[in-house]
């Protein structure tokens, strides 16, 4: 196992030769600063991709996040840092796959965390008015996704959307985190979406960044974050984990 720092290749750059594919997962969160996605998202990924080349590797697969896709990211740097970062690797020589999963799920993620804790409130705040659509998806089923594209040798020099068998309003999933978790459907508070993250903005820049919540982390309340059909999501879907079943999973972990 080799332990090295993506904003340092001197600490990997020996590990990639003989390389035939990287595949890059690595990425600072939405409730990182800006700088710091900007340094980890971007520049880190320009630096691996230099050194993929300067090693001799032709191939790379990049799991982005669907929030390179929402349609304004003015106020949300992490799907701004995931998009540059998108653009860094089709403009590289490599052969590459953009993998862009939706709402990924698993025990330790901290999107699961936060919705739970939202859900599980006595008032449930929902920020918008709760219709934006979403596809939550399995960490195993986006697992199950890179592995299939590594064994097909699939580097097609394509963006694939992929998330989980249920589409959903975000109101739906909340409550449906809640019942997964024994309680009732119980009641929810609809707060405006753009005062709050104006609000955000202002205390962020008083407080020095420093806030548990960022405007940017409300986008995914008023933006779908729903996949594009193709033909990976049609071989995956049958042994995809339905929405009810993982999160039942999660409830009881």
């Known amino acids: 196992m080799l332990s090295g720092d993506l904003a340092d290749p001197a600490t990997y750059q020996a590990a990639l030769a003989g390389c035939d594919a990287v595949v890059h997962l690595a990425a600072a969160t939405g409730s990182a600063s ?59 020589p490599l052969d590459y796959t953009i993998l ?22 006595p008032v449930m705040p929902v920020f918008g008015d709760g219709s934006a659509r979403v596809q939550p998806i399995s960490v195993e089923d986006v697992a199950h996704a890179m592995v299939y594209l590594l064994d097909h040798s699939r580097f097609s020099n394509e963006v694939l959307e992929l998330g989980g068998p249920d589409v959903l309003t975000m109101l739906g999933l909340l409550r449906r985190i ?35 919540v960022s405007p940017g982390q409300l986008v995914p309340f008023i933006s779908d974050g729903v996949a594009d059909p193709s033909d990976l999501a049609t071989v995956l879907r049958p042994t995809m984990i339905p929405l009810d079943d993982l999160l039942g999973q999660l409830a009881a972990a």
Do not use: H
């Open 34 to 92: 800006d700088r710091d996605l900007q340094l980890v998202n971007v520049e880190a990924t320009r630096w691996l991709l230099d050194s993929c080349e300067r090693q001799g590797v032709g191939r790379i697969l990049f799991v982005s996040s669907i929030a390179a896709d929402y349609p304004d990211l003015s106020r949300y740097p992490y799907g701004r840092s995931k998009l540059a970062a998108e653009t860094l690797v089709r403009q590289s």
């Open 178 to 212: 809640r019942k997964a978790c024994g309680k009732s459907e119980g009641l929810a508070l609809r707060i405006p979406a753009r005062p709050v993250q104006f609000a955000l903005g202002v205390l962020g820049k008083v407080a020095g960044g420093r806030l548990p």
């Open 100 to 121: 862009r999963p939706t709402i990924v799920l698993g025990r330790e993620s901290p999107i699961w965390q936060k919705l739970r804790g939202l859900a599980m409130l």
